[in-house]
């Protein structure tokens, strides 16, 4: 009923930046809080950044400075900008989504957090 797909990601060379989205579709009744995880090779997934509904973000350490997420909620779509891109820094990034859907027969409305199938990034050093 709700889908979440990432796009932006891609072959980058060090320093370099790249913009992933994330747009969020379906049976929404509304979108709580969002966020982008990584996972690199060998590694567990991990958070980069997360924002609420209001605005307010947090973002690992490792990232913060070189990473911006931001949200447009009329689009239900959560942004990360990345720059100053690091070898290190490839990894599958996954968005998720703290969606909230209502049953149209019942009205009740149910929370559930979704993921997308994620986005290669990949830096050449």
């Known amino acids: 009923q709700v889908q979440l797909v990432e796009s932006g990601g891609g072959l980058v060379q060090a320093g370099g930046s790249l913009r992933l989205s994330c747009a969020a579709s379906g049976s929404i009744f509304s979108i709580d809080g969002m966020g982008w995880y990584r996972q690199a090779p060998g590694k567990q997934r991990e958070l980069v950044a997360t924002i609420t509904s209001g605005g307010m973000t947090n973002y690992a350490d490792s990232v913060n400075g070189r990473f911006t997420i931001s949200r447009d909620n009329a689009k239900n779509t959560v942004y990360l900008q990345i720059n100053s891109l690091q070898p290190e820094d490839t990894a599958i990034y996954y968005c998720?989504?703290?969606?909230?859907?209502?049953?149209?027969?019942?009205?009740?409305?149910?929370?559930?957090?979704?993921w997308g199938p994620g986005t290669q990034v990949t830096v050449s050093s």
């Open positions: 998720n989504a703290d969606v909230r859907t209502r049953d149209v027969r019942t009205t009740v409305v149910r929370g559930y957090r979704y």
